[in-house]
């Protein structure tokens, strides 16, 4: 039984940091890319950011560029994103997926089919 358990969320000022992470059991995660992906009420889910297998290749969403920082520990099965000067509009709940798939680069983020349940992060302005 697979699960991703995220952490870190909260409620910030426009401006802050918030570290997000996720810790992986149950499937091994060091073979599959993982990402994070968020949705905002009314909105539909979307990519945030993706890291593959390795830690060596990452893909983020134009909107976070020059802001969040996705990483990963194998080791410690987790990863994590790393968000700065956040903004209202990054106002979502936020979730942590595995890759389905073996040895990919997670973009296009087409095969996640692992899911945590998900972290609020709200901003204010």
């Known amino acids: 039984q697979v699960q991703l358990v995220e952490s870190g969320g909260g409620l910030v000022q426009a401006g802050d940091s918030l570290r997000l992470s996720c810790a992986v059991s149950?499937?091994?995660?060091?073979?599959?890319?993982m990402g994070w992906f968020r949705q905002a009420p009314g909105k539909e889910r979307e990519f945030v950011a993706t890291i593959n297998w390795s830690g060596g290749s990452t893909h983020y969403t134009d909107s976070v560029k020059g802001r969040f920082t996705i990483s990963r520990d194998n080791a410690k099965e987790s990863v994590y994103l790393q968000m700065s000067s956040l903004k209202p509009e990054d106002t979502a709940v936020y979730y942590c997926?595995?890759?389905?798939?073996?040895?990919?680069?997670?973009?296009?983020?087409?095969?996640?089919?692992?899911w945590g349940q998900g972290t609020q992060v709200t901003v204010s302005s």
């Open positions: 149950g499937r091994t995660m060091n073979t599959r890319a």
């Open positions: 997926a595995l890759d389905k798939e073996y040895y990919t680069l997670g973009y296009p983020p087409s095969s996640f089919g692992y």
